[in-house]
Antibody
Framework: EVRLLESGGVLVQPGGSLRLSCAASGFTFFTHAMTWVRQAPGRGLEWVSSISGSGGSTNYADSVKGRFTISRDNSKNTLHLQMNNLRAEDTALYYC?????????????WGQGTLVTVSS | EIVMTQSPATLSVSPGERTTLSCRAS??????LAWYQQKPGQAPRLLILGASTRVIDFPARFSGSGSGTEFTLTISNLQSEDFAVYYC?????????FGQGTKVEIK
């Protein structure tokens, strides 16, 4: 059974940093690209970042480019999102999602999310 | 960036009825489009890929169609468990983008 378990979401001050993690199990991790999608309270889904199976290719939304870094540790089946210079508008539930393939297209499994709140 | 526009924002539908949700892309995405269903307090679930291929978890009353810039999701014989928010997502280009969602509510 595919499982994705996010962690690391907390209350943080504007300008602060945070590292989210997603522990994956039930599938061959390195054969799938992985993605972070966020959802602000009461709002829709926003794609944040994706990383290929090897970790050699990454993509970012313009809203987070230069502030967030996606990475993965294939030896530990774990996905990360390093978030720096956080802003109030980064407040959201952050979902980890499995891409359908090595390079990534649609998202066939999702975690339950971890809540990031940016506020003073 | 490809902008995905869904309409309407909300649909009020009676159980047993058929309804159609629309998703429009600002430029062609070929058939590289997925639909997701999200219920309150839950993560999204993949419903349709490749614009028209329904995933096995969902019944045949769900169907997707379209290509290029115009797409539709049709739900026939709406059941109580179908009331949710539906999102389209293009995976033709980076950055990936979602529509703003259509909420299907009970009339």
């Amino acid at each position: 059974e595919v499982r994705l378990l996010e962690s690391g979401g907390v209350l943080v001050q504007p300008g602060g940093s945070l590292r989210l993690s997603c522990a994956a199990s039930g599938f061959t991790f390195f054969t799938h690209a992985m993605t972070w999608v966020r959802q602000a309270p009461g709002r829709g889904l926003e794609w944040v970042s994706s990383i290929s199976g090897s970790g050699g290719s990454t993509n970012y939304a313009d809203s987070v480019k230069g502030r967030f870094t996606i990475s993965r540790d294939n030896s530990k089946n774990t996905l990360h999102l390093q978030m720096n210079n956080l802003r109030a508008e980064d407040t959201a539930l952050y979902y980890c999602a499995r891409d359908d393939s090595y390079s990534g297209n649609w998202y066939d499994y999702w975690g339950q999310g971890t809540l990031v709140t940016v506020s003073s | 960036e490809i902008v995905m526009t869904q309409s309407p924002a909300t649909l009020s539908v009676s159980p047993g009825e058929r309804t159609t949700l629309s998703c429009r892309a600002s430029q062609s995405v070929s058939n590289n489009l997925a639909w997701y269903q999200q219920k309150p307090g839950q993560a999204p679930r993949l419903l349709i890929l490749g614009a028209s291929t329904r995933v096995i978890d969902f019944p045949a009353r769900f169907s997707g169609s379209g290509s290029g810039t115009e797409f539709t999701l049709t739900i026939s014989n709406l059941q109580s468990e179908d009331f949710a928010v539906y999102y389209c997502q293009q995976y033709d280009n980076w950055p990936r983008t979602f529509g703003q969602g259509t909420k299907v509510e009970i009339k």
